[in-house]
């Protein structure tokens, strides 16, 4: 099974590309964000033309999550249990919660595709917002391993963090903003503590980024960001045969400002029925 994330950065506008890739590149299952659209305004037809199901969570022109998937998906969940909302002005118990969070399962894998929040700049609500979000998920991961020690899970997407100084063109550039900042890096580390998730990528590719800016000609001077993962339980990690970063796709007509992230699983190795019989 081909599993992939890619913030697309409006699906409305990047539709067609979109389902040119899934097609091209044999994807089965593929976790998106910023669709940047409400359920009635999502493309489905070309997608449905090319054999794809969706299942999304979409509330307006910003943020939004989907799956677009040619298995089955089971277990459709909008937002994780205890995800925090936000809004300015708002205190955060009565703040409406965002469309960053879909969860599917699929041949009985379980994927999660998340849009983690901005943070904006370190004096900013929506950076404690940010901070609070990931803390939330973090506990919700590790409730969920500890009910089912032996699930193949994944969260993968947009998570806004870059965890190593060598995941950003110019660390110096960084200083003082967010993506980089001691405590967000502390979070995301928290995902990979004993007995949580682990990056199934960075092993197979250790260098790459997955994001470069619009502005400054930042693609052809190659000035990203490595901020788009796939982080898998033990199970799921155990299923992971290959990884890639399909950088091809910033180029060209109107491409997203991220690119896809692809792993492949052997999700039911033992059904193969050429294999040698032992007695």
């Not at 539709?15 to 890739?21: E, F, I, Q, T, Y």
């Not at 009635?40 to 910003?62: M, R, T, V």
């Not at 943020?63 to 955060?92: C, H, W, Y």
Request: aromatic share 10%; proline share 8%; net charge negative.
């Amino acid at each position: 099974m081909r599993v992939a994330t890619w913030n697309v950065n409006s699906i409305r506008a990047r539709a067609g590309r979109v389902v040119d890739w899934l097609v091209r590149e044999d994807v089965d299952v593929l976790g998106m964000q910023e669709i940047k659209c409400k359920p009635e305004q999502f493309p489905y037809d070309l997608f449905h033309d090319a054999g794809y199901e969706i299942e999304l969570h979409g509330l307006s022109q910003w943020n939004g999550v989907a799956f677009a998937s040619r298995l089955p998906m089971e277990d459709v969940e909008i937002t994780f249990p205890s995800q925090p909302g936000f809004a300015k002005g708002v205190e955060a118990q009565d703040a409406p919660k965002e469309a960053r969070a879909i969860g599917v399962t699929v041949d009985g894998v379980r994927l999660w595709s998340l849009y983690v929040p901005n943070g904006r700049e370190l004096d900013d609500p929506h950076y404690t917002y940010k901070l609070d979000w990931l803390e939330k998920l973090q506990a919700e991961t590790a409730a969920w391993l500890k009910a089912d020690p032996k699930q193949p899970l994944a969260l993968m997407g947009d998570w806004n963090v870059a965890p190593l100084d060598t995941d950003v063109w110019d660390p110096a550039v960084f200083e003082g903003h967010t993506h980089t900042s001691p405590p967000e890096r502390a979070a995301f580390a928290a995902f990979q503590e004993p007995g949580l998730l682990t990056d199934v990528v960075r092993p197979r590719l250790p260098e790459g980024y997955t994001y470069w800016d619009y502005k400054q000609l930042r693609f052809p001077r190659n000035e990203g960001m490595r901020i788009d993962f796939i982080l898998g339980s033990e199970a799921f990690a155990g299923l992971v045969t290959s990884a890639r970063i399909d950088r091809n796709e910033r180029k060209g007509d109107a491409p997203s400002d991220h690119v896809p992230v692809v792993v492949d699983l052997d999700v039911d190795p033992g059904d193969d029925d050429d294999r040698p019989m032992i007695f």
